[in-house]
């Protein structure tokens, strides 16, 4: 026996409470969890961006187009190795008008040697690349609507309203899990040519690939500088930069959750201290023996604090193990296959499991501070006389 | 636990000179020892009695350095008791005075051996030869065979024996007892007693018990009264 296990000990004294505490505080936990991971898979997409490819949009708004023809000149750009377009297309599947996902008009050849992450059979791949109205899409989106290889489809557009029809040539899975696996890619060529000649040869972005991350900033700086004299200036980001502006439009949303998170760890601050508070209610006489004992004041608030950190742990514990399966193995898979789009990789982050341990602990400890305080406090004749 | 030519602490004596203790309802002082006098011979065995409120307690706390006199002096073997700082006090309870109280106070979530052991944490004994003086303090109240039992599976007599082995663990020079027989029935009342009087006579430890118990009080070498804070 030694004092820290005395401590922890303890709390196997009303085990009833005990348990009920452990499991509110494994509930909060689980929560926590749940929406710091709802945060980071917002936020997956930008921290898995590559770093060597370089998006440049208009220097207004991403919500504005450039020329298709930049894309020539940005090849020419010392450092460029590719460089591909797309246009935000904004299509719906008429069967599922609630669905959202990623609509994208791109020039298929350049975008699977900008985005070589995408896994697409060889046999599909050239039957896309030769079908002008072929469309690539993702295995998640595929499975949704039961799409195969060979199927005709029909998207309707909203931004450029019509009945489009296509042709399935291929279906796509990816090299990394945080890829969104619903966007649907087709060929630009085919919305290009249906356009009016004054909305045709524009494209919302351009990606190129770069040879060396580590000289991005300058060459976005050169893009951006080969554009100054044109009528339409561009803004060149990293990739991550740039997802993250996509993001901004979220930032109200993820700073809300970010408060709701805030606010569930003082709910698990009050539970473990008004546990802890009346623990060191009903054991005051102890605490006098031990003071007559021998025991200082820094044992006595050690105890209690010992006790805290027990429940802190135990409850982080089962928390976490709630919560692994609960998001890895079940709910998680569920936001993937049907919320593709907006969480394409909805799983507990090892960041996330850390940071929710130690805020069980830190507040466990934290709510014990002024119990044990009072505790330490205590006349060790005022605490005997509660024998009676 | 050794014996008492052997022991460790030599029997401690008390003097207790001039004390008064005032007690503060609110701004109301009320003064529960008056100017005493009090002197125990190392080894001696002394039974307190009195009307509750007559200042039996707080002349034991005094004693034992659970509290300070408001004027007054209190002197236990070489030490100054009254003299010394909180943590001096805690330390030097740890190492002098045995504690037994009437309702035993025992953890109920160490055994009986655990219980008996929890003074010796405060000392650098190994866990090994704390555990070893804890089985030999256990022994020493009957009480070996019991030793891995919770409170709450002993009687009421053999909770308070755990109470003395714990007591006497760190073979203290001074035993203080405060109705130690109170909740107990006549019979484990008078093993409690036969063992502190084994204490005081075989191990030589000097013991002050409060009591309302005459029979109690009967296996006291001296027996001293106390009313409305005066010794008669």
Not at chain 1, 34 to 50: F, K, N, P, Q
Not at chain 1, 342 to 357: G, V
Request: net charge neutral.
């Amino acid at each position: 026996m030694n004092i820290p296990l005395l401590a922890a000990r303890n709390v196997t004294r009303n085990k009833l409470r005990t348990v009920l505490t452990t499991l509110g505080v494994a509930v909060t936990v689980l929560t926590f969890v749940l929406i710091r991971t709802v945060v980071a898979a917002w936020y997956v997409g930008v921290e898995a961006a590559s770093k060597d490819r370089i998006a440049t949009r208009h220097k207004v708004s991403f919500i504005m187009q450039v020329p298709k023809n930049y894309a020539d000149t940005i090849r020419q750009v010392p450092g460029v190795q590719a460089a591909t377009w797309a246009q935000w297309f904004g299509g719906k599947e008429p069967n599922h008008e609630g669905e959202f996902f990623a609509t994208l008009a791109v020039d298929p050849k350049t975008t699977l040697e900008v985005y070589d992450e995408l896994v697409v059979p060889e046999e599909q791949k050239k039957a896309w690349l030769e079908n002008r109205q072929g469309i690539l899409a993702g295995d998640v989106i595929a499975k949704k609507f039961g799409w195969k290889v060979g199927d005709r489809v029909n998207l309707v557009g909203t931004i450029y309203p019509g009945d489009w029809q296509f042709e399935v040539s291929a279906i796509y899975t990816a090299a990394r899990k945080s890829i969104d696996r619903s966007t649907v890619y087709f060929h630009w060529d085919y919305l290009n040519e249906s356009l009016p000649e004054q909305r045709r040869d524009k494209v919302g972005w351009i990606v190129s690939r770069i040879d060396d991350p580590g000289k991005s900033a300058t060459i976005q700086a050169s893009i951006d500088q080969t554009f100054d004299a044109r009528d339409i200036q561009t803004l060149s980001q990293s990739e991550r930069d740039l997802n993250n502006s996509f993001l901004g439009m979220m930032s109200a949303v993820l700073g809300a959750l970010d408060i709701v998170s805030v606010v569930i760890l003082i709910i698990m601050g009050l539970i473990l201290g008004n546990t802890i508070a009346m623990g060191v209610r009903e054991r005051t006489t102890e605490y006098g023996v031990m003071r007559a004992l021998g025991f200082s004041p820094r044992h006595i608030a050690t105890f209690v604090l010992g006790e805290a950190f027990t429940l802190g742990i135990a409850g982080g514990a089962v928390g976490l193990a709630i919560a692994y399966p609960f998001v890895n193995q079940g709910v998680g898979l569920a936001i993937e296959e049907n919320m593709g789009a907006f969480f394409p990789y909805f799983r507990i982050l090892p960041d996330t499991a850390i940071a929710a341990m130690v805020m069980a602990l830190v507040l466990a400890l934290v709510a014990a501070v002024i119990p044990a305080w009072q505790a330490s406090r205590l006349r060790t004749i005022d605490a005997l006389r509660q024998v009676g | 636990m050794s014996t008492a030519a052997s022991s460790a602490h030599a029997s401690a004596g008390i003097t207790v000179r001039d004390v008064t203790k005032v007690f503060y309802r609110g701004k109301e002082p009320l003064t529960v020892l008056d100017k005493l006098n009090l002197e125990v011979t190392p080894g001696q065995f002394v039974a307190l009695m009195g009307p509750s409120g007559s200042g039996k307690s707080t002349l034991l706390n005094l004693i034992a350095g659970l509290d300070r006199p408001s004027q007054g002096s209190v002197q236990v073997g070489q030490s100054s008791v009254s003299n010394m700082a909180d943590s001096e006090l805690a330390k030097w309870r740890s190492q002098n005075v045995g504690f037994i109280f009437q309702t035993y106070n025992l953890m109920p979530v160490l055994t009986a051996l655990e219980n008996v052991e929890l003074p010796l944490l405060l000392t650098k004994l190994s866990g090994a030869e704390r555990k070893k003086r804890a089985q030999t303090a256990l022994r020493v109240v009957g009480l070996e065979d019991r030793s891995t039992h919770y409170p709450r599976q002993l009687s009421g007599g053999q909770e308070q024996r755990v109470a003395i082995a714990r007591a006497i663990v760190n073979d203290p020079s001074l035993i203080v007892a405060d109705e130690p027989t109170g909740d107990l029935d006549r019979q484990s009342a008078d093993d409690i007693l036969t063992l502190l009087t084994k204490l005081n006579t075989d191990f030589g430890k000097t013991i002050v018990m409060v009591t309302h118990d005459p029979a109690a009080a009967e296996r006291a070498n001296v027996t001293r009264r106390l009313n409305k804070g005066q010794l008669s």
